[in-house]
Each structure stands twice: as C-alpha cells, then as structure tokens.
C-alpha cells in the first residue's frame, strides 16, 4: 500500500541517543566495479529524467575526525586524503518501513530486542547510494556511498528510518539505492524519500519485502522512480544493475528445488499440482499444460513429484510465490482468499456434523429460505476467534456462546423480487446484465450444428427445429426474417460439455449428471429477450442411442414443469461455464502468464512495467490459494459443479478450442460472438447488435478509457515508432508471452505483432482491461445472483424425468413435480458451501485499490504521466455518473423495472463488503 511521501524530515526528533548515533557520517566504498566497454556519455546528457545532487562547496568539522574535513575524503574505496578540500551536498533519505505483524517489531523476542539495540545503535538498515554514471575516464562503476540508517520514530502505522550522506560533487546523478536489512527478520520497506537534491524532494518506490542479511545475505537494489526508461536509455551507471536484478528475478543459476518463502523467482510450470494421488488414487488429476490438455502455465515452486505420479507435483498447504506477491497484512487480516479456506475447513466440516447425509437436499422451499432467516447450526467454531473475524456477514453466535449459526444475507436480487427467478424474462435478463455477460451470441447459422464427430456423439444437427422456433415467434415474424435481422441468440454449451456427459455420470462419490445444451432466444419489439427452447442431448452410450429433446415455454402442466426442469439445467451448465470459463481461466489462469513474463522480462525502470504492475496485485497469491482450496480435486468446484471432478479439464478444452488472446479485446469479443459490429459513427465504434445490452454499454465506456490512458502513456516514451521494436526488454516479455506463458498456442496466428506503438496499446490495453473490468464483471456479483441457489444452482444432480423414464419414475413425477425440481438443486452441503465461498468472493476488502484512484509514484515522478492520470480518473469519476443515468433511464429494460436489479457491476469505485460495484485495479480475490 502507497504512503504519502514525507516532505520535511528536519521536524522530525530521532528516538537514539544523539550520542550513540550523530557521531558517524556517510563513507565512500567501492562495489567490486563493473567493466564497461568505452566512455559512455554522461547520463545527463541522454536522459533528461536524470537529476543532480544540489552542489555547494562546504567546510565543516567531521565529529569522527576531528581537524580533519569531511570534504577532505576521496572517492574511492573509503580512503581518506588531505589532497585538497572537494565540493560536496547533504543529502537525506527517510525510509518509510511497515509495521508488520509476521515481520520486524513484530513481538517482544529475542531477536526483537536485538532489533531495537540495533535501532538505538543506528545499525538498522544499510543504504549505498548508486551513482547514474560510470566513471568517465576508466569507463567502470563509481563507489557507492554508505550509511546506516536510525530508527526516527512512528508515523501513523509505519515507523522511518533516517540515512545521512556526503555525496561528493564528481558522484554525479544518484540512480539507485541499495539496502541491506540489518534485522533478524525480515522488513517491507515502502518507500524512500531523498532530500537535499537540486530539483527538491524524489521518492524511490521500494514496495518489497527486504529479508534479513541472515537468511539471504545480499543487497536488494531499487531505481529512483524518475529514472524510469528503455533499456537503450539506461544510464551507463545502471545497466550492469538492470541486467543483474532480471537475472535474480529469473532465477539465472539457480538450482531446480522447492523454492522458498524468501525467494523472488519467476518461472513456469504445468498445472500438476491439482491432485492428489498419493492420498488417494481417485484424487489424480490430469497435467493441464501440453498437447494432450493445453493450458496456461502457472508460478513455478518447485516441489518434489509424487510418489504415485512422476508427472504430478506434491501437494502442501503453503504453495511458493514469489515473496512480493504475498497479500497486505490487511487484507490477510480482513476478507481475503484465505477466509475461503477457513470456511472449506472449519465451516464445511461442522455442515457435515450437522448434516450427516452429505446427499440430503432441500426438502421444502422453505427450507431454502431458512438460510436467510435462521440459518444452520454449526456446533464446535469458536466464532470469537480467527474465523468469526473474518465472516461476519455469515457467522452469527448464539447468545449462550455455545454454538454458531451460519446466517446469510439475502442477496439483493431475491430481496427486490423473491420470485424473479421463475420468471423467463429475468432468466434472459441475465444473460446480458447478470453473472455471464461473455457467453451469449449471435445465430448466424440454421439450421444450428454440433462440430464434433456425428460417429461418436450421434447426429449433429439441433434438436431445435425450424417448425418449433416459428411457432414461437408467429406472429413476429418468420425464421428466415429473424436471422437476416439478427433477432436469434443462443447459448450453446453443446460441443464443450457433449464430450464429459457419459464421463461424469460415471462418477459414484457424487449425485451429479450433465448434457450438452442449446438455449435459444429472440430479442423482442421492446429490446428484452425471449426465450423460445433450450435443447438437451445426452450422446451415445451404455447401449442406448443418442437422446436429446427441445422443451419451450409451455401452457399445458407438463410441458411447464419439464420447461423448469430444463432451465434449472441450462442454468447450471452457464454456471459451471462462467466458474471455468468466464472467470477462473480467462481471468486468473491466462493472466499469470502475464504476471510472470513481466517480472522477468520488464526491469522495474521500464516504463511498461510500470503501467503494467498495479493491474497484477495480488493476483498470484489468490491463484495459489485456488489451486490449494478450491480447482484442486476434491476442492470447492469439483464437490458443488456439475462436471465434477473433470471441471479443470473442461476449462482445459475451453482454452483449446476458445480462447484467443485478439479476442479477450472486449471490442473483439463482442465483434467475434456477433454481438456488435465495426461502425465508425456509432460511440465506440461499434454498433452493437441489442442496443440495450448493460455489460458491453457500460464496458465499452470503461475500455476506451483505459485506452486513452494506454495511448498517452505508451506515446510518452515510444515517441517513434522504431522505438517498440527496438525495445529488447519489451520484444523478449512479448515472445515469452506467446511463446511459454501461452505456449501450447504459441504457432497461432491471431496473435498480435508488436512493432508500433499502437500494437503495444492494444497488447497493454487488453491485459488491463481482462485484469480489471472484465474480472470486475464476473466476479463481484456473484452473491447477489448465485446466492439465492433456485436462481442459478450449480449442479443439476438428477436427469430429466423424461429421459428414459421407468413407470415409477415417471408416477412420481406427475405426482409431486416440485420433489424432483428440489432434488436437481444442489444438497444442503452444497448450498451452504457454495454460497459461503461467494459471499467471500464477492467482497471487497478495506485495501482494496480501484482503478484509476490510486496515482502510483512512478507516475507522479513524471509530469505528463502525472497529467495523463488525472485525466484518466476524471474520466471514471464521470462513468459512476452514466452509469447511474442509465439505470435511471426507464427506456432500457435490461437494467431498470419494477424488481429488477440495476446493473452497477462496473461502476469504477466501491466501498468494503459486498456491494456489486466496484473494478479494482488487478484480480484481486
């Protein structure tokens, strides 16, 4: 988290004695030196971002040597001389460090009262000013120079340290700034405010945790914010420094093992680490990642294999990253990802206590309801401790402190209309302003055909006739009319799920079953959806021949409850896919690529690492923990989706078919699914096929403003064209992009050149806005329209009643139709699982970071970067203000009427909790 930088540090009163501490002044030391070839030029010469130090010539008593003048000590290798007085400047740096609980000064121990004597003896941290410039005549690195830094005192809730230099006139440019943790534990240093320079105070954004030199015994180096540039710009003094800080981040010369807490290593690995097949072999999973499962890849930790498996990784309840990627202490403290593990472990356990049939659904309704107004008692949770902190929306305790009941918020879509899930028109609302925005699309075909070999999964032509959609549309106009005028869409599900029917009605731990579906709709007069058949299909198998049957909205007593049944199916197949899809591997699986190639590629003075790393926070750790509580087998989506324990896999195909890195361009996207086209007078230029679709009316506002933003900042520093493919750090994160983070698609021709400045803005724009809106769009509002489990259950556990019916079968059916609709929802278990891991989901927490609001200091640093961002989150301060116009505007039905819930879901800002607003800067949670 940024702090405000400090502007005075004279003010402030030092805590040490002054005995103990004023008497020591900054001393010039040497680095060992880096050969350079030739004299380069001086670094003010080539990059006006360079600054000077504030010379002035001084005469002044040195307290260590007294007689002797401070002006007095050479530059080199901390030898003194008397040669002659030099001229020098004071300069101070004020280190903001935080006050962490798992860090330094976090208990009264014995290494913490080392720390203190170390603070009281000014033996804190070691800084070494860097030099910008090599020497102009030898052509290596300058001297640093040292001192100790001493603890000043408690700002608020981070405590600052004071370093003192005399940096001689020939030092030249400051550059970077080593630090050396002299503490037994480790330190997140923020930043680091330098004054006594010519232009006025300059910040060195650190945002790192910087380990004790006991457990790795090196300097950490951080690059003044205004030294920011392209690698050709570097100023001599620091390229040996660029180069040697990527090849730590990479890992250059580190042996394979399990990596280490303290480590801050980049590198790649397949998804192997999902199962578990030493505990049991029914919890073995596929490797996703390769020719067989392609995938993207993810962090790399190292662990040893399996002893079941050689080519799946051992499992543990601490999985590495990288230690700058490790949540805020805040964040751990409040709602984060780690409170979805406390439910799956303590909330999930005691369910199973209270409800010993893990099968039991809900008997009645009412029971559903119950939730919400009396909740579950859950025996033996100290709701006093750690996990009533953290759940407070959802653990309630009794008042004789005995037990804990889980109590759920009503979502705010059954508090504005307890019935509005019944009804067919919300059930197409939502598919243009709910949870799935992403899958619906434009029929362009008839009659619609499945792509997959008619020998193994039956005939491919649709069950979804051209009779039966006619005389659902009979009197608005013919099938061949709605198509030329683009009026039929539909959701199809049917080649990616058709494949995993037979395969997951096989699975014995679980009540589940699956079809491949169609859902068809007609966009009416009015501009709200209808909805005219969902398709079923089940393929071959056991014997039996392909089944599949089109049910539509009926008004005989049959027909209207198997039509409900069917929507109940539809919805857990759009369920399943927004979870796999839509969210998990879009957004969280195919940006940590992203993630990776950026830390290893882009130096943290490269300008695109800058714009590029406050979209990326957190997004590493929330990954890792996904793949300990909730992809992994046995983990929350295997036990409450319908696919089961091949739900991963099926995101696997999803990426194999589907996804395209051109098309995650939200322009692209809606452009490729038939829901806009190209239009250059029209806003955006698009013109969307249903003009009052909420998502792509509100995203298309939010994407040209990230790329506005995109454009000014990129153009800044590419202000030609040769620039971009010049750029040797910036063409390496590109190829390793596509080449490894992606690799399993690296031979695909959609993916963009990078030559131009305008091919970069694409390529930034589109990894922003799928890190942000797009992850905002999906993840935020899943309370609020999967909470309620009737609206879009997860699991469809039961088959058809008309699938192959028995006589009984079909007896108990007519007899009591809602037994069966209560059977297909989820179990007891299930429900209250679920709905406790989304309400965590759907929360933001108290640190959260909204785009556009948060001015990072590498930005300030520069003033037409600074002004660029002002504009930009004018900008979105501007969208909260649309947005609300339009769910005011009784005109667009999709986001305004009587019971319908507005569409807020990309308003730029939020407050904590769950509010349904809200777009971070990066994937969050």
Not at 112 to 119: L, N, P
Not at 319 to 348: C, M, Q, W
Not at 368 to 380: A, C, K, R, Y
Not at 807 to 819: I, L, S, T, V, Y
Request: aromatic share 8%; proline share 6%.
């Amino acid at each position: 988290m940024l702090k405000a930088p400090v502007n005075h540090v004279n003010g402030h009163q030092r805590s040490s004695p002054p005995l103990l501490s004023r008497g020591k002044k900054a001393f010039v030391v040497g680095d060992g030196g880096v050969d350079v070839s030739g004299i380069p030029a001086s670094f003010l010469s080539h990059n006006t971002l360079a600054f000077p130090v504030q010379r002035h010539s001084r005469s002044f008593r040195s307290r260590r040597h007294s007689g002797k003048l401070v002006g007095e000590i050479k530059a080199v290798s901390g030898e003194a001389s008397t040669a002659g007085v030099i001229t020098t400047t004071s300069v101070k740096a004020v280190v903001t460090v935080q006050m962490t609980v798992g860090g330094v000064l976090s208990n009264l121990s014995i290494t913490r009262a080392f720390d203190d004597i170390g603070d009281l003896l000014g033996k804190s941290l070691l800084l070494e000013l860097v030099s910008a410039e090599v020497d102009p005549v030898t052509g290596i690195t300058k001297p640093t120079i040292k001192d100790y830094a001493h603890r000043l005192g408690r700002k608020a809730d981070d405590l600052q340290y004071l370093a003192e230099f005399e940096v001689p006139e020939d030092f030249g440019s400051i550059g970077a700034i080593y630090i050396q943790n002299e503490h037994h534990k480790e330190m997140f240093v923020e930043s680091i405010l330098l004054e006594g320079l010519a232009i006025g105070p300059v910040t060195v954004t650190c945002e790192s945790w910087i380990q004790s030199k006991r457990e790795k015994n090196s300097k950490r180096i951080f690059f003044l914010d205004k030294v920011a540039c392209l690698p050709k710009d570097t100023p001599s003094g620091l390229k040996a420094l660029r180069e040697k800080e990527l090849a730590i981040l990479r890992g250059d010369g580190v042996s394979d093992g399990p990596r280490k807490k303290i480590d801050r290593i980049y590198d790649y690995d397949v998804y192997n680490d999902l199962g578990d097949p030493d505990k049991d072999p029914e919890l073995a999973r596929p490797v996703l990642g390769g020719k067989q499962h392609p995938y993207p890849r993810r962090c790399k930790t190292g662990r040893a294999r399996t002893k079941s498996d050689p080519l799946s990784e051992t499992r543990s309840s601490d999985v590495y990253l990288p230690r700058d990627e490790a949540f805020s202490e805040i964040k751990n403290l409040s709602f984060s990802f780690k409170t979805v593990y406390s439910v799956l472990h303590a909330v999930v356990p005691s369910l199973e206590t209270t409800l010993i049939d893990k099968d039991l659904g809900f008997p009645y309704f009412t029971a559903i309801d119950s939730l919400f107004n009396e909740g579950v008692n859950l025996p033996q949770i100290d709701s006093k401790g750690p996990l009533g902190s953290v759940l407070p929306r959802i653990l309630k305790a009794f008042e004789d402190a005995q037990n804990n009941i889980l109590l759920f918020e009503t979502p705010e879509m059954i508090d504005r209309d307890k019935f509005g899930w019944m009804r067919d028109e919300e059930f197409c609302r939502q598919t243009l302003a709910g949870l799935n925005p992403l899958s619906i699309r434009l029929v362009t075909e008839w009659p619609m055909m499945s792509k997959l070999d008619p020998e193994v999964y039956g005939p491919a032509e649709s069950a979804i006739t051209t009779e039966i959609v006619e005389e659902e549309i009979r009197g608005f106009c013919t099938l061949d009319e709605a198509l030329k005028n683009k009026k039929l869409f539909v959701l199809d599900y049917h080649d990616i799920f058709l494949p995993y029917v037979n395969k997951v009605r096989d699975i014995k731990t679980m009540r589940t079953t699956l079809y491949g579906s169609r859902t068809l709709m007609f966009l009416t007069p009015t501009g709200t959806l209808r909805p005219l058949a969902i398709e079923l299909v089940r393929p071959p198998g056991d014997g039996k021949p392909q089944w599949k049957q089109a049910f539509t909205p009926c008004w005989d007593a049959t027909g209207a409850w198997l039509w409900k049944l069917a929507k109940v199916h539809a919805l857990a197949h759009d369920s399943g896919y927004h979870q796999l899809v839509s969210h998990w591997l879009r957004t969280h699986a195919c940006t940590e690529p992203y993630i990776i190639a950026t830390n290893r590629q882009l130096s943290k003075m490269h300008p695109i690492y800058n714009l590029l790393h406050p979209h990326f926070r957190y997004t590493m750790e929330i990954n890792g923990l996904a793949r300990e509580a909730l992809i992994n087998s046995n983990g929350t989506i295997e036990a409450c989706f319908s696919p089961g324990k091949y739900s991963i896999e099926m995101s696997s195909v999803a990426y194999d078919l589907q996804w395209r890195f051109d098309h995650e361009a939200l322009p692209a996207d809606l452009i490729a699914r038939g829901m806009a086209v190209e239009d250059p007078d029209s806003p955006h230029g698009l013109k969307l096929t249903i003009e009052d679709y909420p998502y792509a009316n509100d995203a298309l506002v939010l994407w040209d403003i990230i790329k506005d933003w995109v454009t000014n900042y990129v153009n800044h520093y590419y202000k030609e064209e040769n620039l971009v493919e010049s750029d040797e750090e910036l063409q390496a994160w590109w190829t390793e992009i596509r080449t490894v983070g992606h690799g399993d698609k690296k031979d695909e021709p959609w993916w963009p050149v990078l030559k131009t400045p305008q091919d970069l803005v694409g390529i930034i724009t589109t990894i922003i806005w799928v890190a942000s809106g797009h992850h905002a769009a999906v993840n935020f509002g899943q309370y609020d329209y999967a909470g309620y489990i009737p609206n879009r259950a997860t699991i469809a556990r039961v088959k058809m009643p008309c699938e192959d019916p028995t006589d009984d079968e079909w007896a108990a059916f007519k007899r009591r139709p809602e037994d069966e609709l209560l059977s297909a929802f989820p179990s007891q278990i299930q429900a209250s699982q679920v709905m406790a891991v989304l309400d965590v989901l759907s929360t933001h927490s108290p640190d959260e970071e909204y785009i556009g609001q948060q001015l990072e200091l590498t930005f300030e640093a520069v003033p037409e970067i600074k002004a660029a961002y002002e504009i930009f989150s004018g900008k979105l301060q501007e969208l909260e203000g649309i947005i609300d116009g339009r769910n005011a505007d009784a005109c667009l039905r999709n986001r305004n009427g009587v019971g319908v819930v507005p569409y807020t879901l990309l308003k730029p800002t939020s407050g904590p909790g769950v509010t349904s607003m809200g777009v971070p800067n990066s994937i969050s949670i």
